[in-house]
């Protein structure tokens, strides 16, 4: 599953370093694709999460594995350009739909494009989905570093 593009080294299975959440926050698993403006995840659900009530994983979680997916794209590139990864925040969502909330042992995919990005701030366009069904979508404006 994912692209393996080999100038990039696509797929990064161990994201742990491109990150900066720590267990038990982390909600993604693998890098399977970046480029300039599109990037893609994957995440399965853990029974411990953080975000899994009686088997469900939250509409928090689906928003979260959303942003680390941006998070995860930033550490990416800052790393193949030898800087540091940094922490990123959230500053807004717009248009949060969640259509159906996956299940404990399900194994998201994640898509994010970058629709602008103006210095230290991103907007994106995110998907979330299992077995090729849309669970949620939403844009989110990302800020990237300190400021």
């Known amino acids: 599953m994912g692209a393996y ?17 720590k267990a038990p926050f982390v909600m993604v698993g693998k890098l399977l694709y970046a480029d300039e403006l599109t990037t893609k995840s994957s995440f399965t659900i853990d029974r411990d999460n953080v975000f899994a009530k009686n088997g469900v994983f939250q509409e928090a979680g ?18 193949k350009d030898n ?9 807004a ?3 949060f739909e969640v ?3 996956p299940k404990v042992g399900n194994e998201l995919t994640t898509e994010i494009t970058i629709q602008n990005q103006i210095f230290n701030v991103t907007v994106i366009d ?3 989905w299992h077995n090729g069904n ?14």
Do not use: H, S, W
């Open 5 to 21: 593009i080999p100038d990039m080294g696509l797929p990064v299975e161990d994201i742990r370093a491109l990150i900066p959440q």
């Open 62 to 79: 689906l928003m979260e594995n959303i942003a680390q997916t941006a998070a995860l794209r930033a550490g990416y590139m800052a790393q």
């Open 83 to 91: 800087k540091p990864v940094e922490t990123g925040y959230i500053g």
């Open 93 to 95: 969502v717009k248009d």
């Open 99 to 101: 259509f159906d909330l």
């Open 126 to 128: 995110g998907k979330v």
């Open 134 to 147: 849309l669970l949620a979508q939403c844009e989110m404006k990302v800020f990237i570093g300190d400021e």
